[in-house]
């Protein structure tokens, strides 16, 4: 089988929508700065001096990127949803079998992941969080510990699922559409 991105790249017609393509790959890059992120925060974890501000500093930029990775991956799901599966259902529903709904049902299961990690986030956003002390680290270190675990299972989901559409998905949706009909599709995506 060809791969996704030749799909793409033999076609001058379907060049357009290699853009989900490029999404999916700063999509990855973000999700694996999350990762390295929550192994930096694991050992940053210590009292004194220097520990202490790198904890600070690690706690905060993870925060940060666990916050914005979650908003686009969040768009990005609903986007593919809301525009992009019921198109293709209403275009290739015979071909398709259960593609669109086993993915969506995959979106709604990383949605739960992120539930999960942003409660187990929840201590880590409250003030105290920042200010360590020896009978405080141990208890962080284990629940930090614990998030970059969980952190490290979501890359794993997600590439996978990335994998499942650019292997299966994006491939019907090229054989479906014309190079108009891609164009406006990522014009409605870009546009929600």
């Known amino acids: ?114 539930d999960n990690i942003r409660l187990h986030l929840l201590p880590l956003r409250n003030e105290g969080a920042m200010n360590l002390s020896g009978e405080k680290s141990e208890g962080l270190r284990s629940l930090v510990e614990h998030v970059a675990l969980l952190i490290e299972k979501l890359r794993s989901v997600v590439m996978l699922h990335f994998r499942k559409e650019e292997e299966e998905l994006l491939p019907l949706l090229v054989t479906h559409f014309t190079k108009e009909e891609l164009i406006e599709l990522v014009g409605k995506i870009i546009g929600a």
């Open 1 to 114: 089988m060809a791969s996704s991105e030749s799909l793409f790249q033999d076609s001058n017609d379907r060049i357009e929508f290699s853009e989900l393509l490029h999404v999916h790959a700063g999509l990855r890059w973000e999700l694996t700065l999350l990762y390295e992120k929550s192994l930096l925060l694991v050992k940053s974890i210590g009292t004194g001096g220097s520990k202490e501000l790198q904890w600070k500093n690690n706690l905060s930029t993870f925060l940060k990127q666990f916050d914005f990775f979650f908003v686009i991956f969040h768009s990005h799901s609903k986007a593919e949803d809301d525009i992009i599966m019921p198109a293709l259902t209403n275009r290739a529903a015979i071909s398709m079998g259960k593609i669109p709904e086993e993915l969506s049902h995959e979106h709604d299961g990383h949605h739960q992941f992120f």
